[in-house]
């Protein structure tokens, strides 16, 4: 098992920043990407961001240009920097994690709320 422990949601005004963490701990064995998805009331949870284990990364259109993810393998964590923040980020953020060893296991935070107030 990996439990995720996520830190770093807030309230914060249109155009400022938040960065959010994510610590794995427990069987890190294995985890190839981590990334973070994020759920908005009434909407489906949706990629925001997500990095493997070589440093490659993929963004929703969304965000790119304003967040940035990166991970520190050593530590198992990943984190999310997110700036010009605008009201529509608005949501709950969950962290993932990919983990492969025989087989494929996806585990999940317990997610940080981010508000952005116009």
């Known amino acids: 098992q990996v439990q995720l422990v996520e830190s770093g949601g807030g309230l914060v005004q249109a155009g400022g920043s938040l960065r959010l963490s994510c610590a794995a701990s427990?069987?890190?064995?294995?985890?190839?990407?981590m990334g973070w998805y994020r759920q908005a009331p009434g909407k489906q949870r949706e990629l925001v961001a997500r990095?493997?284990?070589?440093?490659?990364?993929e963004y929703a259109d969304s965000v790119k240009g304003r967040f940035t993810i990166s991970r520190d393998n050593a530590k198992n964590t990943v984190y999310l920097q997110m700036n010009s923040l605008k009201p529509e980020d608005t949501a709950v953020y969950f962290c993932n994690v990919h983990r492969v060893i025989l087989r494929t296991y996806d585990y999940w935070g317990q997610g940080t709320q981010v508000t952005v107030s116009s």
């Open positions: 427990g069987s890190t064995i294995g985890i190839n990407t």
């Open positions: 990095i493997n284990r070589d440093g490659n990364t």
